[in-house]
């Protein structure tokens, strides 16, 4: 099922969003400036962190509170436990569990968007977008009423919610498991669902661990709902945190670095700091990527209205259109590295310069390749 929608922008139409788009070029340039820089002071600043928290972290025991660890930052291995079961009330499910969370699916039309421009002779352009429509299921309820074709509905879905509970008598050995700590637990399994007592508002039935609302699970329709649960259980657990009184919470560094690790197992200290380590690098590298491309973006957007003059002959446009996007990602590029330099001087002078150094190399070669295109088109 698909529905076909074609739209035309003309050439004077497309100059003036061309013109306006110079606006959200610097608006993109702004913030990706301010995001590489951000992220590079912050990259340093938690690599710091952690180092000094490696350095500092003492292992305790987890049979007795040792007051003279009162604040510090502590590295323990011990079994959790619960007391009072986790309940969904709502829905009569019960958990020996540290934590429980509710997840919730509907069987709806979900709409599909896809849009191909093609460019015409003068400097206009054709827009064609196809929409395509499925059954599926969703995590949120998706809105009918805005779909481009009629015909595919979705009912109002019951006032169901994800929810997640977390206990309250949780404890690891004679400490208790509070606040951060329970809500840096992730590692969630399905849960099995069994004595389920369902309230009698809600009709639905147990079929493979979940709770189903619908006539037939194997065929679901429009409109159906399912309900699955997932718990964290008590187990072995490795932890690093700052001890507070008989629990524990967040440790700030002198680096303003915030210290919390949880994690299932048996797991050393050193390896727990490995992985945070890791995690930071990881995120590191995922916002230089972003910033890199609003950059690229950004630039490009700033020398777009000489791409819609040269539209005018399409082919003509293409060209243009290769060479702005090859002048935006080279600046672009050079720029986001000079980003990257500046908050990394602060911190690491040496590795600072030496990414200077890369930029203006880039910014040479922009320039060397600007003027000897510019001789040429004088010839």
């Given at each position: 099922m698909s529905y076909t929608e074609t739209t035309s922008q003309g050439f004077f139409s497309r100059l003036s969003s061309a013109f306006g788009g110079i606006l959200v070029g610097i608006i993109l340039i702004l913030i990706s400036s301010a995001l590489l820089y951000w992220n590079e002071g912050n990259y340093v600043r938690t690599a710091a962190g952690l180092a000094e928290g490696?350095?500092?972290?003492?292992?305790?025991?987890?049979?007795?509170?040792?007051?003279?660890?009162?604040?510090?930052?502590?590295?323990?291995?011990?079994?959790s436990k619960v007391g009072t079961a986790l309940t969904d009330e709502s829905f009569g499910v019960t958990a020996k569990a540290i934590r429980l969370r509710r997840q919730v699916h509907f069987f709806e039309w979900k709409e599909n968007k896809e849009s191909k421009k093609r460019k015409k002779m003068g400097g206009s352009e054709?827009?064609?977008?196809?929409?395509?429509?499925?059954?599926?299921?969703?995590?949120?309820?998706?809105?009918?009423?805005?779909?481009?074709?009629k015909g595919h509905t979705n009912p109002s879905p019951p006032d169901i919610q994800d929810q997640t509970f977390a206990s309250k008598d949780a404890t690891i050995g004679a400490f208790k498991l509070q606040g951060p700590v329970l809500d840096d637990l992730s590692n969630f399994e399905k849960f099995p669902l069994k004595d389920v007592h369902l309230p009698s508002d809600k009709k639905m039935k147990v079929t493979n661990d979940v709770l189903y609302q619908g006539k037939d699970p194997a065929s679901p329709a429009v409109g159906d709902v399912k309900v699955?649960?997932?718990?964290?259980?008590?187990?072995?657990?490795?932890?690093?945190?700052?001890?507070?009184?008989?629990?524990?919470?967040?440790?700030?560094?002198?680096?303003?670095?915030?210290?919390?690790?949880?994690?299932?197992?048996?797991?050393?200290?050193?390896?727990?700091?490995?992985?945070k380590e890791a995690s930071n690098s990881t995120m590191t590298w995922v916002l230089r990527f972003v910033g890199w491309i609003m950059m690229c973006i950004g630039f490009s957007m700033l020398v777009r209205p000489i791409n819609i003059v040269a539209d005018i002959i399409p082919?003509?446009?293409?060209?243009?259109?290769?060479?702005?996007?090859?002048?935006?990602?080279?600046?672009?590029?050079?720029?986001?590295?000079?980003?990257?330099?500046?908050?990394?001087?602060?911190?690491?002078?040496?590795?600072?310069?030496?990414?200077?150094?890369?930029?203006?190399?880039?910014?040479?070669?922009?320039?060397?390749?600007?003027k000897k295109k510019n001789q040429e088109d004088a010839r």
């Amino acid at each position: 099922m698909s529905y076909t929608e074609t739209t035309s922008q003309g050439f004077f139409s497309r100059l003036s969003s061309a013109f306006g788009g110079i606006l959200v070029g610097i608006i993109l340039i702004l913030i990706s400036s301010a995001l590489l820089y951000w992220n590079e002071g912050n990259y340093v600043r938690t690599a710091a962190g952690l180092a000094e928290g490696k350095r500092s972290v003492n292992e305790i025991k987890e049979d007795k509170v040792d007051p003279s660890m009162e604040g510090k930052l502590v590295h323990l291995v011990g079994t959790s436990k619960v007391g009072t079961a986790l309940t969904d009330e709502s829905f009569g499910v019960t958990a020996k569990a540290i934590r429980l969370r509710r997840q919730v699916h509907f069987f709806e039309w979900k709409e599909n968007k896809e849009s191909k421009k093609r460019k015409k002779m003068g400097g206009s352009e054709e827009t064609v977008t196809t929409y395509t429509y499925e059954k599926t299921w969703v995590d949120s309820h998706q809105d009918s009423s805005d779909f481009k074709e009629k015909g595919h509905t979705n009912p109002s879905p019951p006032d169901i919610q994800d929810q997640t509970f977390a206990s309250k008598d949780a404890t690891i050995g004679a400490f208790k498991l509070q606040g951060p700590v329970l809500d840096d637990l992730s590692n969630f399994e399905k849960f099995p669902l069994k004595d389920v007592h369902l309230p009698s508002d809600k009709k639905m039935k147990v079929t493979n661990d979940v709770l189903y609302q619908g006539k037939d699970p194997a065929s679901p329709a429009v409109g159906d709902v399912k309900v699955d649960f997932q718990v964290v259980n008590p187990g072995q657990l490795s932890l690093v945190a700052k001890q507070v009184g008989d629990s524990f919470d967040k440790y700030t560094t002198k680096a303003d670095t915030k210290i919390l690790i949880v994690q299932a197992g048996s797991h050393a200290a050193a390896d727990m700091f490995a992985d945070k380590e890791a995690s930071n690098s990881t995120m590191t590298w995922v916002l230089r990527f972003v910033g890199w491309i609003m950059m690229c973006i950004g630039f490009s957007m700033l020398v777009r209205p000489i791409n819609i003059v040269a539209d005018i002959i399409p082919f003509m446009g293409d060209l243009v259109g290769v060479g702005t996007g090859l002048f935006g990602l080279m600046i672009g590029s050079s720029l986001a590295l000079v980003c990257i330099a500046v908050g990394w001087i602060a911190a690491r002078p040496v590795v600072g310069i030496l990414m200077l150094a890369v930029a203006g190399g880039a910014f040479v070669m922009v320039y060397k390749m600007g003027k000897k295109k510019n001789q040429e088109d004088a010839r």
